[in-house]
């Protein structure tokens, strides 16, 4: 089964409105990961947030999670130009050899026009 | 602030020849990965490692991937016999902690070695 299927796929927004992106995902998890990706380059981690928590801020970002439906949420409030990448969440799962393999979905792509 | 770094940013091979890719992840960090995207397509995890040895690997890595911490610094991935489909981004990424054993630490990626094979 695949984890951590965001949607929308795509996403185009004027400079200062918010984002939200989202994302389902199959197993029962420890934490679920935000990640940014500029073209070209590596990950960036924004947040995490642990199973029992419900939501979480950091800066412009506000992250909710809800385990009843397997889903979480990623908002970016006051778009800037900068914010234009694509946006990866993220899950453990339990490896075949007992170890974790972090699990990433296909992202969206957000482009934020000035 | 401390990042992981990846050698060379871009390797050029022709079909069946070995290549080995390079990082040097974060100094203080205990736990290693490797991971691939193929262009347009979502980030694979390939491996993990820790305390000198694979912790978990995924259906991709087969007898054809290897992984080695040759020294106390560089942590690498060598594909032998490489194939036309292994053209990818290759990213590494360290971390101080497995996150859901300990301290939910996240994962510093390099900017990845773009891999063709001809």
């Known amino acids: 089964s695949q984890q951590g299927e965001e949607d929308p796929q795509a996403l185009s927004i004027q400079e200062g409105e918010n984002a939200t992106m989202n994302c389902s995902y199959k197993?029962?998890?420890?934490?679920l990961q935000w990640y940014r990706q500029n073209s070209g380059r590596g990950l960036v981690h924004l947040i995490l947030?642990?199973?029992?928590?419900r939501e979480k801020h950091s800066g412009r970002l506000r992250v909710t999670l809800d385990t009843s439906k397997k889903s979480s949420s990623l908002l970016i409030t006051a778009s800037r130009a900068a914010d234009t990448a694509s946006y990866f969440c993220?899950?453990?799962?339990?490896?075949?050899?007992?170890?974790?393999?972090?699990?990433f979905g296909a992202g969206t792509r957000l482009f934020v026009k000035a | 602030e401390p990042e992981v770094t990846q050698t060379p940013s871009h390797q050029v091979t022709q079909m069946g020849q070995e290549v080995i890719l390079r990082c040097v992840p974060i100094?203080?960090?205990?736990?290693f990965y490797w991971y691939r995207q193929i262009l347009g397509q979502k980030v694979e995890f390939l491996v993990s490692?820790?305390?000198?040895?694979?912790?978990?690997k995924s259906e991709i890595f087969d007898d054809q991937f290897s992984v080695e911490r040759p020294d106390g610094s560089n942590f690498t991935l060598k594909i032998r016999s490489t194939k036309l489909e292994d053209s990818a981004m290759y990213f590494c990424?360290?971390?101080?902690?497995?996150?859901?054993?300990?301290?939910?630490?996240?994962?510093?990626f390099g900017d990845g070695t773009r891999l063709s094979i001809l």
């Open positions: 993220a899950t453990d799962a339990l490896g075949d050899t007992g170890g974790f393999k972090t699990i």
């Open positions: 490692f820790y305390n000198n040895e694979i912790s978990e």
């Open positions: 990424a360290s971390s101080e902690a497995l996150g859901w054993q300990l301290s939910n630490q996240p994962q510093h």
């Open positions: 100094s203080n960090h205990l736990y």
């Open positions: 197993t029962s998890i420890n934490n």
């Open positions: 947030i642990r199973s029992n928590e």
